[in-house]
């Protein structure tokens, strides 16, 4: 069992009842050495990696990441020290993970790691001993990219269909795809360290706007080595992917998911009205989606698909980690195709539409590492590539960088309840939605829906055992409201032991009226402190007590662990609407902070803020009128 979960619920009640627009909320303070859970628990908590790359992954290698493979990724999430080439010692994690799965770009997976063996596979054909030949000569960024890479922007010309079919072969695919299957099969510690099947699916289109997606399989290493991983240089279309899928799941019995990664920088496309085609989305394509994507990865190193600002400028909290530029560093604008609220909006129009919601999805966190290792501390951040890690490469000079060290965030975390820590559990919580993301510190998340909850339950000593025999938890779906009743959720959040106190629980809500029109609001409904909603409908700032001379923090504001029963003030029976909680820390320092203290420069030169209120996403809860 996760530590950090005995302690969220190791718990009694505070002494304080907290006023507020007519919401109890209750601020609790732990017991010491107890732990409260129960029998009665259906779940427990754990922490995971779903989005991490290693040096089969071409781009990650290109930017230095050579040496640390999948094998050594594991390890280091598992806290076996390993050593890191660019630091030039070993390093560990602070704390270890519960799951991962190394998801190593499809599109010429381990292409230079086979190079680097003169693997024959790869140098018995004509091509390969091209492309070996340019390692040899250049084993930086060019030499064998320049051939390895150059059908991967669209269909190969005809004279490049030989070399295609010589690198990109299926025994060339087998052959790498076998040392993603080992590493993960080595590290296999059942109720300890899950490692999972997975891979990414890189679709860029219309000028670097991003569709990748991550997949992740339900099976054992026999499973996994029935299949090559589906990549966009077989097919650019979401729909191919889905296709493919489908098709293996049928030949073989293994479940997919498929993961929508940045979808903030897709420029408009990830969650569109239309299918790829430009046709309205239809019954069928929701149908689809729904079952292939039933998770979005809402926070990662490359910034928050949450919201944006722009979008939702009444939400005082949107403007966090917002990247503003596409994958090759061009600006993009705000859109609302590229945000999980706007699109969880949009799932409820097309619902209403055609009858299903295509966006019906739970929300994610991990960090798109390309160093290998799964990285998330503030304080001891080792960035998005391998050419992060030195200090003196972060402040930007002539070069150009489309990923500066200081734009990319500590982020994220994918948090799971599951019944158990191997494979077939985590798949499960995944698959019903059950998980919820952080942006890296492990604020432990209990969310139930329902129309049963009182105020007292708030304060139950098992609130799990409430939750799930009177509601349903986190990802589930509310149907018909009884007579005169609205929902209700059952909330209970703790800090993370080794992070900032907690500010505040939101709740944002969505909807759609009788015209199709979409709405949300944002509701405090349990914080810290003595502090009163104004008449501005604001709650007051929790403080910061960041010292920007030291990287130093006090934790005397804030709260240890908050909870509430919240009952929708603006429910109406006939309309659809999801809802999700966002719990907020009080402000830390950023890893900017911390690298411009050691370097000896005023924090406004890295470009960013000093401090960060950190974060946690639950999965919605839906609500679909009586039909």
Known sequence: M??????????????????????????????????????????????????????????????????????????????????????????????PLDFMA???????????????????????????????????????????????????AGPPAPELQEMMSQIYSDRVRSTAWAVEIEAAERNYVPGTFTTMFGWEWSSVVQGGKNLHRIVVANTDAEGAASFIPYS?????????????????????????????????????????????????????????????????????????????????????FADFEIRRKLLIGTPTPADEGDYARSALQRGLQIQQRTGFNPYNFGMIGSTDSHTGLTSVQESDFYGKLVSDIPLSEHIIGERPVIFPAWE?????????????????????????????????????LRMF????????????????AQGYSRGIPMGGDLTAAPAGQAPSLLIHAAKDPLSGNLDRVQVVKGWVDEEGEAHEHVYDVAWSGDRRIGADGKLPAVGNTVDIETGLYTNDIGAVQLATVWTDPDFEADQAA??????????????????????????????????????????????????
């Open 2 to 95: 996760s530590t950090d979960r005995k302690t969220a619920n190791g718990s009694k009640l505070g002494a304080a009842l907290m006023a507020g627009a007519g919401i109890a909320a209750l601020a609790l303070a732990p017991i010491s050495g107890l732990d409260a859970q129960g029998a009665s628990s259906e779940t427990e908590l754990f922490w995971g990696e779903l989005h991490l790359h290693s040096n089969h992954s071409l781009d990650a290698y290109i930017t230095d990441n050579t040496m640390v493979t999948p094998d050594m990724a594991y390890r280091y999430a598992r806290g076996i020290p390993i050593e890191q080439p660019g630091l030039d010692r070993k390093i560990q994690i602070r704390r």
């Open 102 to 152: 190394v998801t190593d770009h499809a599109e010429m997976m381990g292409i230079f790691t086979l190079l680097n063996r003169a693997d024959e596979v790869l140098t018995s054909t004509p091509w390969g001993r091209r492309a070996l030949a340019a390692h040899i000569q250049n084993p930086g960024r060019g030499g064998a990219m320049s051939v390895t890479t150059a059908g991967m």
């Open 232 to 316: 966009s240089q077989d097919s650019q279309r979401p729909e191919d992917l889905w296709s493919w899928l489908s098709a293996t799941r049928d030949r073989t019995g293994i479940d997919f998911i498929a993961i929508p990664h940045n979808s903030n920088i897709s420029g408009g496309l990830m969650f569109q009205m239309t299918d790829s085609d430009g046709e309205p989305i239809s019954a069928a394509y929701a149908r689809t989606r729904q079952l292939w994507e039933p998770l979005v990865e809402v926070t990662q190193a490359k910034g928050t698909s949450e919201v944006h600002p722009e979008i939702a400028p009444n939400d005082e």
């Open 408 to 444: 990319m965030g500590a982020s994220g975390r994918v948090a799971a309840w599951a019944e158990e820590n191997t494979r077939g559990g985590i798949f499960a919580s995944l698959r019903r939605k059950e998980v919820y993301a952080t942006t890296g510190p492990r604020i432990a």
């Open 449 to 464: 829906g329902g129309f049963n909850f009182t105020a007292a339950d708030a304060g139950a000593r098992d609130i799990a």
């Open 578 to 627: 999801f809802y999700y909680v966002r719990v907020l820390e009080i402000p830390t320092p950023r890893h900017s902070l911390f690298d411009a203290i050691a370097l000896g420069i005023d924090v406004e030169e890295t470009g960013q803020p000093a401090t960060i209120q950190e974060r946690a996403y639950s999965s919605p809860i839906w609500y679909t009128p009586a039909s």
